[in-house]
């Protein structure tokens, strides 16, 4: 199969009448349709429970976006049952038809993008642009893992002994998990199972509780591309039902989750233990989290540097593993780069996330809005100075809406400095200079993304070195990882550092084999 080279997908370009013509469609249309139900879907058969779970809109949380259904443990056991049985057929299908279901996959999103938008908005409230740019990022997941695929599945030659034919291949593991977050409701979610299906295996996959109908519209684009019923089975419900089941059940071969710390310890502990009947010690691939810094260097353009914060702190109301939320400054430019942060800051319009206008919409949920104000008041107590923001955004109150929050003069060990929030939140710290600030910047149990702002080579060519973080951006901002470019995951308790979008990423899905065929 011959595909073009891979190229990451354009973003929309919303000063364009017609694009913004079409988003409020899709918009109008989606609101039509809110509070439908939806299924779960095992082996392709739509299954209802009377229990059930409602998708609400952080904009409007008297919304229902959708209508889910609480999946029990016999469902879980049940689609994992019904995963291994459709993995005798898919495993044994051709790499080539796997990619050419994600080519399909890509093409039926790029038709969908603005109704994709819309959902993200709705759902779990990204802006227009956040909301674009993760559809954006799930197509260039299903592009990018069908040309890997591709690539993986030509048989490698090691070193030939004489008299033999030697050949290493790689093959699938099997059925298991995926359980993806919903701050990238569609990006991640089809990121790991898109690359867990090409790479031939089948897939149980339950979506956040926050973001299934995002997860539903996945389903209905990988039918529509061919997917054969059962490879992926579609399943909402508890955490501590459902999930628990999938996560220690004997029959579970790798999990693949993004999420919080603590979650994925638990899963990681778990999945650790082998059980009665087991057959393997099963895989983990797991994206935990971090608490991110951007270095600001007194050698820097200081706009600029703020900018970057600015936006990496606060870009979808910092609720990304990503995101800045700690700014080590150096002394000699303290006082202008706050000063510079706050006039930006207050900049940002906050509102319902469906309106273009605003820059920041919602946090996600209720306990998610009252835990990052909780974490503001502490990081007062702790003797940080309220910069900007800390309180609700005026209006009509039924949203959960923060204004982006700047605490300066955090110590680097105080407790907005170390947890972490996923909110509106920046701590800002004064470093005594480049070196001080790359000590605290290496500071905390996590290590994911980081940025250092600077003009001194030197100060650069250390920071590459040294500063501990899975995902480095030097003079720009610490989010916006692309697939292909920027292959993302990170160090400590931030996870595996499972390197998404990178070319070593299909192998956590697959095993290698070796085959030595004498030759007489």
């Not at 999990?255 to 919080?260: L, Q, R, V, W, Y």
């Not at 605003?358 to 107590?381: A, C, D, H, T, W």
Request: hydrophobic share 40%.
């Amino acid at each position: 199969m011959k595909v073009p080279k891979f190229k990451n997908e354009p973003y929309t370009d919303w000063s364009k009448p017609a694009n913004r013509k079409k988003q409020e469609i899709e918009i109008k249309k989606l609101e039509a349709q809110l509070g439908k139900e939806y299924p779960n879907i095992i082996g392709g058969r739509k299954i209802y429970r009377k229990g059930k779970l409602n998708s609400i809109n952080p904009s409007d949380p008297q919304q229902i976006v959708g209508i889910f259904q609480q999946g029990t443990t016999d469902d879980a056991v049940r689609a994992l049952g019904v995963a291994w049985d459709a993995f005798k057929t898919w495993s044994k299908v051709p790499a080539e038809k796997r990619a050419a279901v994600l080519f399909k996959a890509a093409a039926i999103m790029r038709k969908r993008r603005f109704h994709l938008n819309a959902v993200q908005m709705f759902e779990v409230g990204k802006t227009w642009p956040e909301a674009d740019a993760d559809v954006a990022e799930a197509i260039d997941f299903c592009e990018f893992y069908g040309r890997e695929m591709l690539r993986y599945a030509s048989v490698k030659l090691p070193v030939q002994l004489p008299g033999e034919k030697d050949e290493m291949m790689y093959i699938p593991l099997g059925a298991g998990v995926v359980v993806p977050p919903w701050n990238f409701p569609l990006a991640i979610l089809t990121g790991m199972t898109a690359a867990a299906v090409v790479a031939g295996n089948t897939v149980v996959l339950k979506p956040s509780s926050d973001s299934p109908l995002n997860g539903y519209k996945f389903m209905e684009i990988m039918k529509e591309a061919g997917l054969p019923p059962g490879v992926i089975n579609f399943l909402t419900g508890p955490g501590g039902t459902v999930g628990e089941t999938l996560v220690t059940h004997p029959r579970t071969r790798w999990i693949a989750f993004t999420g919080s710390k603590e979650v994925g310890i638990h899963i990681y502990e778990e999945a650790a233990k082998v059980h009665p009947g087991q057959r393997w010690l099963k895989r983990v691939i797991a994206e935990m989290g971090g608490k991110d810094s951007i270095i600001v260097d007194r050698e820097t353009n200081i706009d600029e540097a703020a900018a970057g914060v600015a936006v990496s702190a606060f870009g979808f109301g910092g609720q990304k593993c990503s995101a800045c939320s700690r700014a080590i400054v150096d002394e000699k430019i303290y006082d202008t780069f706050v000063g510079l942060l706050k006039k930006r800051v207050e900049t940002m319009s906050v509102g319902h996330a469906h309106q273009l206008s605003n820059f920041m919409g919602p946090v996600i949920n209720k306990r998610s809005f009252e835990k990052i104000q909780q974490y503001i008041q502490r990081g007062l107590n702790e003797g940080g100075h309220l910069v900007t923001g800390g309180a609700l955004v005026a209006g009509d109150g039924k949203g959960y809406f923060l204004h982006p929050t700047v605490i300066a003069d955090v110590k680097p060990k105080a407790t907005i400095a170390q947890e972490e929030i996923f909110g509106p939140v920046l701590a800002v710290i004064k470093a005594k200079n480049f070196d001080h600030a790359l000590e605290i910047a290496n500071n905390t149990e996590f290590g994911l993304t980081g940025a250092v702002f600077t003009r001194n080579k030197k100060k650069l060519a250390k920071a590459r070195a040294e500063f501990f973080c899975g995902n480095l951006y030097l003079n720009r901002k610490c989010t916006g990882a692309m697939v292909g470019a920027h292959p993302f995951g990170g160090f400590n308790m931030s996870g595996t550092d499972s390197k998404a979008g990178g070319q070593d990423y299909l192998l956590l899905f697959l095993q290698a084999k070796t085959v030595a065929t004498k030759v007489r």
